[in-house]
Every structure is written in C-alpha cells, then in structure tokens.
C-alpha cells in the first residue's frame, strides 16, 4: 500500500488540474507581467518523503524495507526561462534533507520478524535539477502545468566509513542522477505567484556501496540492489 500512494496522489493531481480547467467562469486577471518575461527568477520551499526501491537478495535469510516514510525539508532557487508562450525551461539548484531507515526481518516459525539494529541513512543533498515545464491555458489566476527532467544530487552525508557505534552497516554513494515528473497549480496573485507542485524523482543507479570491510555483512548481503525514490510536494514563490 505504501508504494501506492503517491501515485493515488498524483492521479488526484491530475484530476483536480482538470476540474479547475473545465469548472471555472471567466473572472478578472492579476497582472502576471513578472511571468511573461524572459527570465525570472524565485524560491522554493518543499516538503518530501525519501524511499528506496530495494530488491532483496535471493541467498539471504533477511528481508529489508523501508516501512515508514520520514518527513524532509527542500529548500532552491528558482530560475525560470520562457522560451515560448507554453514551454519553460527551470532550473533549480538547493539542498534537501531527510531521511531513510531501512528495516530487516527473518522467518521465525511461519512469522515475519523484526531483525536487530535497523538501519538510519541520513542524506543531505546537494541538487541541480533541470526541467521542462509544459502550461496549460490560463482560467482566471489558475494555471494547470506538468513538468519533467534530470535532477544530479550529490549527498554530502553519504558514509565514506562505516558507522559502528550508531550501528550503521550500509554505505551510499554520493552522487546519483534522477528522472522527475510531476504536476501543479499556479495561482497568479496580487504581486507574486504561487505554484503547488507534487513531483516524483527517481534514482537510475543503484547506491548501495560494497565492500568487505563491514563488521555484520548480512546487512548488505540481504540487498541485491537499492535505488533511491524521493517524492517532493514544493511550494514556488516567483
């Protein structure tokens, strides 16, 4: 269920795009001159929820998972080119921060049970996302948009040595390249406007880093390969 979710979320996205494009009467316009230019730039605030897409080892006695999603903060920059009355180019560098915690279970007697020392991976990124935003037509100071691209993070907090003393037996890489999609609102008003925007980003590598130097091997060994999924619900202030 839990994989479910933010796409059920997005999909509700997509419906509510439609639903403020068909259900609206004509209403007044704000100006949106800082909209219409070339170039304009902004800031961004955002919540998200850090996952891995993990296949478990077939040779392991251990099954991993992330069963919880933690809450993280994204904070960038917004720069905005306008190629062409529906198409804009964004780029949107910033930090991210949260967090994973990797859970193991073992086969005890027909149960599922909870193994020892679950895993807390901590990652502060450092992101260059470049995307393409597609428009819709504007109703009033509603405008629907989906947008898609790269986004290179570089994690500042992925372990060069192992952790023993918090317990920590897995290592990330540091740098990965992610595709993202996703979908929002911009509401134009009085002198600014806000976009609500829900986005998915996933990793193309697998991050697990191996090595034989870890003390409880069996942490990596029950993980054939971990990719990494961000979800981002932002809030743009242009």
Do not use: C
Request: proline share 5%.
């Amino acid at each position: 269920m839990k994989r479910r979710i933010p796409y059920i979320v997005l999909s509700l996205i997509f419906l509510l795009i439609h639903l403020s494009s068909s259900g609206q009467k004509q209403k007044p316009k704000n100006d949106s001159r800082y909209d219409e230019k070339l170039l304009h730039f902004g800031f961004s605030l955002g919540f998200n929820t850090m996952d891995f897409d993990i296949t478990p080892s077939d040779t392991s006695s251990l099954y991993p998972e992330v069963s919880i999603l933690n809450p993280g903060i994204n904070i960038q920059i917004v720069t905005d080119l306008r190629p062409g009355k529906y198409f804009d180019i964004r780029f949107l560098p910033g930090v991210s921060f949260g967090q994973r915690i990797v859970r193991y279970y073992e086969t005890q007697d027909n149960k599922q049970v909870l193994y020892k020392d679950p895993q807390r991976l901590e990652s502060s990124f450092l992101e260059f996302p470049l995307l393409l935003k597609y428009k819709g037509e504007r109703l009033n100071n509603v405008r629907p948009y989906v947008i898609g691209g790269l986004n290179y993070r570089y994690d500042l907090a992925g372990k060069k040595e192992f952790d023993d003393e918090k317990l920590v037996y897995l290592r990330l890489k540091r740098p990965d390249l992610y595709y993202e999609l996703g979908a929002g609102l911009d509401f134009y008003l009085t002198y600014f406007k806000l976009s609500v925007e829900l986005k998915m980003s996933d990793g193309f590598r697998d991050i697990i880093v191996r090595d034989a130097t870890s003390k409880q091997p069996q942490y990596l060994n029950a993980i054939e390969k971990m990719k990494s999924q961000i979800w981002v619900l932002a809030f743009h202030f242009e």
